[in-house]
Nanobody, 115 residues
Framework: QVQLVESGGGLVQPGGSLRLSCVAS????????LRWYREAPGKDRDFVAS???????TYRDAVKGRFTMSRDYVKNSAYLQMDSLKVEDTGVYYC?????????WGRGTQVTVSS
């Protein structure tokens, strides 16, 4: 079993920045992909960004140029630097680990962008 814990969410004004963290623990696979998803109020959980083992980050179009995802392979962690935040970035951000047929979710961290 793998546990994922997100942190770093909060309330920020439009144009501001936040840095989310995701730490994995437990029986961590040797190779895995980490992803960030966002669930806005009343909407589906949507893909935000991902990095496969040794790979490059990929992003949804709406966050390209504003969000930067990184990984620390020693600490089994992932980070999402979010700059130039917009009201529409509001939602619960979830960390998602995928390894073959196995997949795990964290409990999420709330991000609210509001003036």
């Amino acid at each position: 079993q793998v546990q994922l814990v997100e942190s770093g969410g909060g309330l920020v004004q439009p144009g501001g920045s936040l840095r989310l963290s995701c730490v994995a623990s437990g029986n961590i696979p040797i190779s895995y992909e980490l992803r960030w998803y966002r669930e806005a109020p009343g909407k589906d959980r949507d893909f935000v960004a991902s990095i496969a083992s040794g790979g490059r980050a990929t992003y949804r179009d709406a966050v390209k140029g504003r969000f930067t995802m990184s990984r620390d392979y020693v600490k089994n962690s992932a980070y999402l630097q979010m700059d130039s935040l917009k009201v529409e970035d509001t939602g619960v951000y979830y960390c998602h680990l995928v390894a073959g047929w196995s997949a795990y979710w964290g409990r999420g961290t709330q991000v609210t962008v509001s003036s």
